[in-house]
């Protein structure tokens, strides 16, 4: 499985962005599909993640109420929506699957600046 991720940019405080993530490969449907980021010096955590189905979801305290993670199985493409941004959300943002085997796989990761 390989994960191509878009999106990223440099955005004002209070501003939105939306990152995309294609899987292209063996990936299916019943795939785990997840958003991480980390800043330098600091691990790699969960803004979001979606079932295969997009029926169940999960956020990061820091993430909810202002991100929103969605996917379309058709386009084998898992979406992050995020507004209301803050400086602190400033990271590389990575995508992130799952397979039905607990195979698992990343992006090659997308820099998300927010700064005035």
């Known amino acids: 499985v390989q994960l191509q991720a878009s999106g990223g940019g440099l955005v004002q405080p209070g501003g939105s962005l939306r990152l995309s993530c294609t899987a292209s490969g063996s990936s299916s449907i019943g795939d785990f599909m997840a958003w991480y980021r980390q800043v330098p010096g600091k691990q790699r955590e969960l803004v979001a993640g979606t079932s295969g189905r997009g029926t169940t979801t999960n956020y990061a305290p820091s993430a909810k109420g202002r991100f929103a993670i969605s996917r379309d199985n058709a386009k084998n493409t898992v979406y992050l929506q995020m507004n209301s941004l803050k400086p602190e959300d400033t990271a590389v943002y990575y995508c992130?699957?799952?397979?039905?085997?607990?195979?698992?796989?990343w992006g090659q990761g997308t820099q998300v600046t927010v700064s005035s």
């Open positions: 992130y699957l799952r397979d039905t085997f607990n195979a698992f796989f």
